[in-house]
Structures are given as structure tokens and as C-alpha cells.
């Protein structure tokens, strides 16, 4: 059986009215509630995304009862990809410390690697979607460099939680640059590296919680070196292309 397509496009085509029932407000409520229906039925259904755009004769964030019934259209775009970004975000927030908050607020949503400002809900089939902690400190939390009130891997638990939810689509964790911008903290991005890296010498685990298995050390790693571009773990979300 042929997996479903992540994005899902119903239309729902009015029928066409003689020209002297063109302004009745009947009509159109019963047009505009046929096209809610067929609508929230594929939704209940499981066979399209709860998120959605919709487009009444080609224009966005129209209600229903404006279509045309001369032969008018209302179109819902319905977008897996934006569901799934709504859950992997609110994943990452929920399971970030929170002593300040300012990590949790700190999560941002790239698409096409630039800043999604825009709703959730508008992110359109076939784009990438990118979700990243700024806070400069945000590869340490995320690899266990630093103990906190949380485990670490926030990205990869998230990573899991959404492929588990969302089978049909690519989830990856992966270390990006970023290139433009502020961090949360205000300042420019990337994050430039003003000392070679540190082996924290700390592990996690799930019985005993943070240890520290060796001491401090310097890393010799190049990647981690001064005056490198900091790297940030982030969870990377795209279609897959098997409809």
C-alpha cells in the first residue's frame, strides 16, 4: 500500500448558480458549511493534518462564505509538515530547563534557513524546517557539557517523539551554522569560539543522573577550536520523497 502524501490537497469545487441566486446568504452558508464538513471529516478521518491554510478563490484567509458560487473554489492545504513542527518545537520546550526560562524561550524555527516569523500553520509542503536553541551554551546543554535540571539530548528525544508521530517524514538531528541574525541573548550569529573547547569530562545517565568520569580537559578537536563557528544541534524536519 502506497504511503499517503504528506501534504493532502481537498478541494472543494461549488457548483455553479444561476446568475439571480448569486447574492443569496442561504446559499453561501450552505456552501461554505459543505466544504467545513468535507473538511473536518478527512481530519477526524486520520487522512489529513489538523493544520491547514485555507484559500477561497485564490486568496488566503477567506472564510468560506465569500467563494464565488459562479463557479467558485475553496481549496484547504493541509500541511503534515507544519503539524509535525508544532510538535518538535513544543517537544523541545517542554523538556528544556526551566530556572530562568530563557533557554525555553530561546527555541526558533528556521525554514529554507531563514527565520520563521510567520505562523506554523503557513509552512508549505516541500520546505525545510529547522528547530534550534540560540543560547550559545545550547550545545552544551544539549550534548551533557553542562549539568542541569534536565537530561541531556533534548534534540534527539524530540527527534524520536516526532518520527513516532510523524513515520512519513524525515526527522534528523544534525550540528548547523548559523549564519545570520541575533542569538537570544542579542548577540550577532554565529557564535565565535573565544577559547579551544573544553572536554567537560561529565556523563548522564538515566540510574545516576551526572557524573564526572574524568577531569577537565582542553579538547583537540579543530572544530571546537578558537575562532571557530560555533555549531548548534538542531532538529531538521523535510519531506520524504516516497508519495
Request: aromatic content about 6%; overall charge positive.
Amino acid at each position: 500500500m502506497a504511503r499517503q502524501r504528506m501534504a493532502e490537497v481537498l478541494y472543494g469545487q461549488v457548483a455553479t448558480i444561476r446568475a439571480n441566486t448569486l447574492s443569496s446568504p442561504e446559499l453561501r452558508s450552505m456552501a461554505a458549511n459543505s466544504c467545513r464538513a468535507m473538511r473536518d471529516s478527512i481530519i477526524q478521518d486520520g487522512r489529513a493534518s489538523s493544520v491547514y491554510m485555507t484559500s477561497v478563490d485564490g486568496r488566503f484567509r477567506e472564510r468560506e462564505e465569500t467563494v464565488r458560487l459562479d463557479g467558485g473554489m475553496v481549496r484547504y492545504v493541509f500541511s503534515y509538515l507544519a503539524q509535525a513542527a508544532a510538535y518538535a518545537l513544543a517537544h523541545c520546550q517542554d523538556r528544556s530547563p526551566a530556572r530562568s526560562g530563557a533557554f525555553r524561550k530561546a527555541w526558533v524555527v528556521r525554514v529554507n534557513d531563514k527565520l520563521w516569523t510567520r505562523p506554523l500553520a503557513a509552512i508549505q509542503p516541500g520546505q525545510k524546517v529547522e528547530i534550534v536553541n540560540t543560547m550559545p551554551y545550547a550545545r552544551k546543554i544539549d550534548t551533557g557539557g553542562q549539568i542541569t535540571s534536565v537530561p541531556p539530548g533534548i534534540v534527539e528525544a524530540a527527534r524520536q517523539a516526532t518520527l513516532r508521530q510523524f513515520s512519513t517524514l524525515s526527522v534528523q538531528r544534525k550540528f548547523i551554522v548559523l549564519t545570520e541574525g541575533q542569538d537570544a541573548r542579542g548577540g550577532a550569529l554565529p557564535y565565535i569560539l573565544k577559547a579551544q573547547g573544553i572536554d567537560s569530562g561529565l556523563s548522564f545517565s538515566k540510574k545516576t543522573g551526572f557524573e564526572r568520569l574524568r577531569p577537565r580537559s582542553v579538547t583537540r578537536r579543530k572544530d571546537r577550536a578558537a575562532g571557530q563557528a560555533l555549531t548548534y544541534p538542531a532538529l531538521v524536519l523535510t519531506e520524504t520523497d516516497d508519495g
